[in-house]
Each structure stands twice: as structure tokens, then as C-alpha cells.
């Protein structure tokens, strides 16, 4: 009897003990958590009910809110994004497990898993500087190319082109990423399943096609919620095109956000607007945390 | 699988060589040329050779602008990657080894609060740092720059692969939890502290929106947002030198990446740029 209630305490003084020496060692994580995204998401969700001239605030309520869902600017920004998520997101994919299919069958591989590697480090700003220089009429170096291919007149960054061009930036940017990420994949699937096929007369394109791509299916599930989130956000890439540019100040939803406030001084506008840019990436989010969730399993 | 097949594929492997190398060719040829050379739209090295001439140029700029930029990066990342990873590994730490009140709610919150985009917690932080005068100083992006909460999502990952009985041994030997955290915990899962520090390192190092929020006065400016503000005196852009300083600003990750690809391979936790 005595020991069963000995046994009782010391598992309720395990877990206090537990718990203390758990927030020890999360206390210096959790006050810059709390300082840089906890405070600031509750402070702007409190600041977006404000309007705000200069330093003057007043209560305003939910009219922030409304005024973003009924500004057209605001969602004509997000043609951008949905333009990246409709044609960049599912191209990359597929082009990116071409490449990583095509990693398992050429010789040197881990050289050209390196070269098609190297855009991910070159940081956005750089990658938008350089390539919208070799876009540029002043610049190009590609002239003599369009002549090559027969392209009647060069290309060069302009209203028009300038969604192609940064759709050219961004899939140099992130294809080989991609392509390691579903490479890392397609390693550890067993050969003796392509081998097998292939011994039975399959060709490559069948083995790819029926045996490969539908075990790469997580894998792009996951790719896909990222870089949709990814594209809702785009920013450092088309404000570097826009110094050679005059793009619109609602070019994407992010750079209307950052224009909002520091253009035209519209704090309190321009924190509502990103709640709403947060809320709709949140619903793009939410399947990922599920998976997530599941991975790591944190309910144990 | 038939030989002509092997051909094509290393043909398109080559094609898809060169879209993906041209950017740091031109950048690199570039980085010779002064602007009229620039200017003739070429792929070959300026001749004569100017190349010490924009490395010069960019480090007078301004009266040596320049070197604040490069100090205040290395500042920002180095700081911002040290503090963060060792905060991010002794929260992966108290996840891996306590069951304490309230563990799972913190990871889902954690996690959530993660999916906020920068740009709905920026402004505020914004505001926030106002008042503490934070703003066009260091502390405005070593501050933010320290949190690190997808290091903390793969600490747990990494921590999760230590097995509990290391833990009791040292338990068994009456070795005290800071003890077990810095002596037996942290070299045991190494490769993963140091990619978490090399990724939050890049991470700082190219965080332009940050900068560009934060910093209005150009001593305390990092290169990633220095670079994009090069022009004459008249307000003019001026290629080459932004060129250089482009050059310049990439050829450190270019190192790290070429030369730590072991720890860079990519993770599944969103983008670094």
C-alpha cells in the first residue's frame, strides 16, 4: 500500500522535474519566439483593427479586413503567384524527376548533381540582378542565340516578358534543389524493381512511368505545398526586375504589402493585408503539418 | 538500356549544364568588364582585363561602405547561426528527452506559428523594435535572425535518432542534464547541429527583406541589401560595380556549398532564399 502511493508520487515528481528541466532548456528558444513571432502576430493582429494616418491611430474595427478583401489591387497581385503555382510548381516537378530519373543513367553524375545544385546557392537577390542584366537591351549577351534559333527579335525584359523571364529565374533557381530532393527518393527505392521489369522487356520510359513516379508521390505532395507557399509570398526576384522595370506596385501580393506601408505609409492596411496573405497560406499549410505531424511523431 | 539511349540522356544532361551554369559564367566574365565593355553584350572576358579595377572600385565605394557590408554580413550570420543552432538543439534536446506538461501543444504551436509568412510578422516586429530602438542597428537583424524554428523541427529529428539508452547510461553515472546535453548529446548528433548552422547561416546571409525593413542607414546595411543600393553620385546605377558586389556577395556561399555539400544536401523544410 505504501510503496503503490511511494510510486504514485515519485511518477507525479518525475513528471514536475521533467517539466521544469524541459523549460530550462527551451527558455532562450521560447523568448526569441515569443520577442520575433508570437508577440507580433497577436501585436498585428491587434494593430490591423487600428487606422492610422502618420503617427495617428484610431479604432476602426474589422474595416481594414473588409477594405483588403474588397481592394482589387490587393487580389490582382495574386495573378503572380497563381500564374507560378498553375505553370512553375507542376512544371519544375516533372521537370525535376526527369532529372532525377535521368541522374540514375548517365556517367558523372555527382558532378552534374553538384553543377544543377549550385543555383540554390547563389542568394535571390543576386540571381535576380544577374539575370535581369542578361535580359536587359543594355547588356544581353544573348542576342547573337535568338538570331541562332531563328527568333526574329531578341528578348529582352519588358512589361510583357518579364512573368517568362521570371519564370526562367525561378526554375533555375529551384529545379536542381528539386531534383535532389526527389533523387534522395528515388535511392532508396529497391533496384530489383526497375532490374526486374527491365528484364522482362519494359523500356525505360515504362519502368519511369509505372513502377517510379507512383513511389515519388509523397514526395511531391510535399514539394507542391512548399513551393505553392513559396510562390504566394514571391518578392526578392521581381523587386530586383524592378529596377530595371517599372513593375506595378501590386506586382505580387508581398510587394504590394511592402508598398503599402513604405510607400504610401499604410502600416495598419498593409499588417491586415498580411494576415490575410497568412490565412491563405495557412489553409495551403495545413495538410503539411498533418503530414509532418505524423513523421515525426510527437505524441508519444 | 541501349547506348544511343545513354547518348541522349547525357546530351540533355550537357544542355541542362549549360542553362544552369550560364548566370555564374556571365556573372563571372562580368565581373572583368567596365561598363562600356558590359555594354557590348558579350561572353567573352573584358580585354583589357578590368577585373582589379571593380574590386577596387567596389571597396572605394562610398569610402569603404563596402567593408561595413561585408563585416555586418559575416556578423549577422555568424551570430545569428552560432546562438540559433544552440538554442534550436537544446529545444530539440527537451523534446527528445522530457514527457513534460504541455510538449505536444508547444510543437503544434510552434509549428503553426512557423507557417506565418515573414511578411505579417515583419511590420509588427517593425513597430515592436521601434520602441526599443532596435531599429538601423545590428540588434534589429541579430535579433529575429537568432530564431530558428525549422532548426528546431529537424533537432527533434536528429535527437530523435539517439538512442535512449546513451541517455541512461549517463544517467547511471550520475552525469548532470547539461552535462549529458553538452558532452554526450551534442557530439553524437554533430552532422545535424552543423547543418542546421550552415543552412541558418546561408538563411541570414540572404534575408534581403529583413534588411530592407529594418535598416535605412547604410553603415549598418548587409551585403545582400548593400549591393542592390550601388549608384553614382547623380543616382545613376553603376553596373560593374554592382556586378562585382554581386560576386562578391555570392562567392562565400559558393564556397561553403562547394566545399560542405556533405551537410547542404537539401531538406524538405522550406526555401533559404
Known amino acids: 500500500m505504501g510503496s503503490g502511493f511511494r510510486r504514485f508520487s515519485g511518477k507525479a515528481d518525475m513528471r514536475r522535474f521533467q517539466t521544469v528541466r524541459a523549460y530550462l532548456f527551451l527558455l532562450p528558444f521560447l523568448v526569441f519566439f515569443i520577442l520575433v513571432t508570437a508577440f507580433p502576430v497577436l501585436y498585428g493582429g491587434y494593430l490591423s483593427l487600428f487606422g492610422q494616418h502618420g503617427a495617428k491611430m484610431w479604432f476602426v474595427g474589422l474595416s481594414n479586413f473588409k477594405s483588403a478583401f474588397t481592394d482589387p489591387l490587393f487580389w490582382q497581385g495574386f495573378g503572380m503567384p497563381v500564374f507560378l503555382l498553375l505553370v512553375q510548381v507542376p512544371g519544375m516537378i516533372v521537370i525535376a ?10 556517367r558523372h553524375s555527382v558532378v552534374y548533381r553538384l553543377i544543377f545544385y549550385l543555383p540554390y ?38 512589361l510583357s516578358s518579364v512573368r517568362w523571364i521570371l519564370l526562367i529565374i525561378i526554375l533555375w533557381e529551384w529545379t536542381g534543389y528539386t531534383s535532389l530532393i526527389v533523387y534522395s527518393t528515388l535511392v532508396s527505392i529497391p533496384k530489383e524493381l526497375g532490374e526486374a521489369a527491365e ?32 510562390a504566394m509570398q514571391v518578392f526578392n526576384e521581381p523587386r530586383m526586375l524592378n529596377i530595371l522595370l517599372n513593375l506595378p506596385q501590386n506586382y505580387t501580393p508581398a510587394m504590394y504589402l511592402y508598398n503599402q506601408a513604405f510607400a ?30 505524423k513523421e515525426l511523431d510527437v505524441h508519444a | 538500356m541501349k547506348a544511343s539511349h545513354r547518348v541522349r540522356f547525357e546530351v540533355v544532361a550537357i544542355l541542362l549544364a549549360l542553362y544552369f551554369l550560364l548566370p555564374f559564367y556571365w556573372l563571372v566574365q562580368s565581373s572583368t568588364k567596365d561598363i ?16 582589379i579595377d571593380n574590386l577596387l572600385g567596389v571597396f572605394a565605394y562610398n569610402h569603404g561602405l563596402f567593408i561595413h557590408w561585408l563585416l555586418n554580413s ?3 550570420s555568424g551570430v545569428g547561426s552560432v546562438a540559433g543552432t544552440f538554442f534550436a538543439a537544446m529545444a530539440g534536446f527537451a523534446f527528445r528527452r522530457y514527457r513534460f506538461f504541455g510538449r505536444k501543444f508547444l510543437f503544434i504551436l510552434i509549428l503553426g506559428f512557423a507557417l506565418v509568412p515573414g511578411f505579417a510578422t515583419t511590420l509588427p516586429l517593425f513597430i515592436e523594435f521601434k520602441s526599443f530602438h532596435f531599429l538601423n542597428t545590428g540588434w534589429s537583424i541579430i535579433v529575429p535572425s537568432v530564431l530558428n524554428v525549422f532548426g528546431v523541427y529537424l533537432m527533434a529529428v536528429y535527437w530523435n535518432q539517439v538512442p535512449e539508452e546513451m541517455f541512461d547510461a549517463a544517467m547511471m553515472d550520475g552525469t548532470k542534464e547539461l552535462s549529458i546535453f553538452l558532452r554526450i548529446g551534442l557530439p553524437t548528433i554533430l552532422p545535424g547541429v552543423t547543418t542546421v548552422l550552415l543552412l541558418s547561416f546561408v538563411a541570414i546571409w540572404n534575408n534581403y527583406f529583413l534588411a530592407l525593413i529594418m535598416l535605412n542607414r547604410y553603415e549598418a546595411f548587409p551585403l545582400i541589401l548593400g549591393i542592390t543600393t550601388i549608384s553614382s553620385a547623380s543616382g545613376w546605377p553603376v553596373y560593374n560595380l554592382t556586378l562585382m558586389g554581386a560576386f562578391l556577395t555570392a562567392l562565400p556561399l559558393l564556397i561553403l556549398f562547394t566545399t560542405l555539400q556533405r551537410f547542404l544536401a537539401p531538406q524538405l523544410t522550406g526555401s533559404i532564399k
Open chain 1, 199 to 230: 528484364m522482362d522487356g519494359a523500356t525505360w520510359f515504362k519502368v519511369a512511368y509505372y513502377i517510379k513516379v507512383p513511389l515519388l508521390r509523397n514526395t511531391v505532395f510535399v514539394l507542391f505545398i512548399f513551393n505553392s507557399i513559396g
Open chain 1, 264 to 293: 504610401y505609409g499604410s502600416f495598419t492596411y498593409s499588417i491586415a493585408m498580411g494576415l490575410v496573405l497568412a490565412a491563405v497560406i495557412f489553409v495551403i499549410s495545413f495538410f503539411f503539418m498533418r503530414q509532418s505531424m
Open chain 2, 36 to 51: 562600356q565593355q558590359l555594354m557590348q553584350g558579350t561572353f567573352v572576358p573584358g580585354f583589357p582585363n578590368h577585373f
Open chain 2, 74 to 76: 559575416f556578423l549577422y
Open chain 1, 121 to 158: 546557392a547563389m542568394p535571390g537577390v543576386v540571381a535576380g540582378i544577374v539575370w535581369s542584366y542578361i535580359f536587359s537591351q543594355s547588356m544581353s549577351p544573348l542576342v547573337p542565340l535568338w538570331n541562332l534559333f531563328g527568333v526574329a527579335k531578341p528578348i529582352f525584359i519588358t
Open chain 1, 97 to 106: 524527376i526527369f532529372i532525377g530519373l535521368l541522374y540514375e543513367r548517365i
